[in-house]
C-alpha cells in the first residue's frame, strides 16, 4: 500500500497560508495561496478548504494574517480591526462549530501580538495531528469491538480524510487504519452530491492509499445495505451536541435511518472540538443552506428548467439514538447499542 503524503493539508508559509486547492481535485493538485483575511473567507466559502477540522485551522490562521496586517509587531492599536476580521471568518461557514472555536482561540492570544497568534494557531496544526492519531485509535477498536467479520465492507460518506484535517482525518483515517491493518475488503463511497466530495476527494484519498473502493450514488447506500454489502458506516461530524445529535453532511441522516433499519453499526469520529455542549438539541444547530444552482446544474450545465427553485442544505442532522458509537481522541463518548 503506498504512503499518502504526510503533509498537513494546509501550512504558513512566506507570510500566508499554502493549501491544496479541494475545487480542482481529483484531476488537478493545484497550491492556493491565500494571503488575506478576504483569501481565506473566500476559500472557505467555496470549499477550496473544507472539511470542518480544516476550517478551524484555516480560520486560526486566518487571524493571524489580519494580526500581521492591522498590529504589527511594535506598533500597538489595530486589535478592533482583527476582531472585525474574526468576525467575519467565523461567519464564512455556520455550521461546523470548529471554526468559530478555533478562530476564537487563536484570537485569544491576540493581546500578546501577531507572532504569538501565529503561535497559536501552527499549534492547533500539530494538536490536530496528535488527536486524529489517538482518535483513529480509539475509532479501529470499536469498529472491531463491534463487528467481528474477519475482513470489513465499510461505507463513507463526504470527505473526513488528510484533506478535512491536518493529518490522516477522523472517519476516513479510521479506515485507512483499518485497511493498513488488512482489515478491508472494501470501501464504498456515498459520492455525496451536490459537491461530490466523496466521488472527489474520498476516492481520490482512498486511490492514493491503494485501498479497494467503489464509488455509488448516495441513493445506492440502504440497497447495498439490504444486499448485505455493509458491515459498518464511519462518518465523520460538523457538530455534536451535549447529547450526542451530530450535524454531518447532507446525507447522513437518510444513511443512519438504513444503517439503524438493518442493524448495521453507525460509528461517528470526530475530534473533541467538534462538541458543542452549549447546545442540547441537534435542532437548535444552524444549518448552512448553499446556493440553488449546486443543485440546479452540473459542471456549469442547467439541469432542470430554467428558473426552479432548489432546497440545498449542506448538513442534516443525526438523533443520537441512531448512533452506535461518537468516538473521539478521548474514547468512546456516547454508546448506544440499544438498536443492535
Ligand atoms: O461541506 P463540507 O465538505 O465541509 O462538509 C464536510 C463534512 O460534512 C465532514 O463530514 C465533516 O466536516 C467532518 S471532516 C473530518
Known sequence: MSKPSDQPSLRWEDNAIVTLDQRALP????????????????AITTLAVRGAPSIGLAGALGVALSAYAHCPPGTGGG????????????????????????????????????????????????????????????????????????SLRLLTHCNTGRLATAAVGTAL??????????????????????????????????????VPHRVCV????????????????????????????VANKIGTYALVIAAAHHGIPFI?????????????DGRDIVIE?????????????????????????????TPASLITAIVSEHGVHHASEARA
Open 173 to 210: 483515517g479510521t479506515i485507512l487504519a483499518l485497511a493498513d491493518a488488512g482489515k478491508v475488503t472494501e470501501v464504498l463511497v456515498d459520492e455525496t452530491r451536490p459537491l461530490l466530495q466523496g466521488a472527489r476527494l474520498t476516492a481520490w484519498e482512498l486511490a492514493e492509499a491503494g
Open 289 to 317: 443552506e448553499r446556493a440553488a444552482d449546486e443543485v440546479t446544474s452540473y459542471a456549469e450545465i442547467l439541469t432542470t428548467p430554467r428558473g426552479t427553485r432548489a432546497y440545498n442544505p449542506a448538513f442534516d442532522v
Open 218 to 245: 448516495d441513493s445506492a447506500a440502504a440497497a447495498a445495505m439490504s444486499q448485505g454489502l455493509v458491515d459498518c458506516v464511519l462518518v465523520g461530524a460538523d457538530r455534536i451536541t451535549a447529547r450526542g445529535d
Open 268 to 280: 461517528v469520529v470526530a475530534p473533541e472540538s467538534s462538541w458543542d455542549r452549549s447546545l442540547v
Open 27 to 42: 484531476h488537478e493538485r493545484r497550491l492556493l495561496r491565500l494571503d488575506t483575511v478576504d483569501d481565506v473567507v473566500t
Open 79 to 150: 486589535q478592533q480591526a482583527v476582531h472585525a476580521d474574526a468576525r467575519r471568518l467565523a461567519a464564512a461557514r455556520p455550521t461546523a462549530v470548529n471554526l468559530a472555536w478555533a478562530v476564537d482561540r487563536a484570537l485569544g492570544r491576540l493581546a500578546d501580538g501577531p507572532d504569538a497568534v501565529l503561535a497559536e494557531a501552527t499549534a492547533m496544526i500539530d494538536e490536530d495531528r496528535a488527536v486524529n492519531r489517538q482518535m483513529v485509535a480509539h475509532a479501529v477498536q470499536a469498529v472491531l469491538d463491534r463487528c467481528p467479520q474477519r
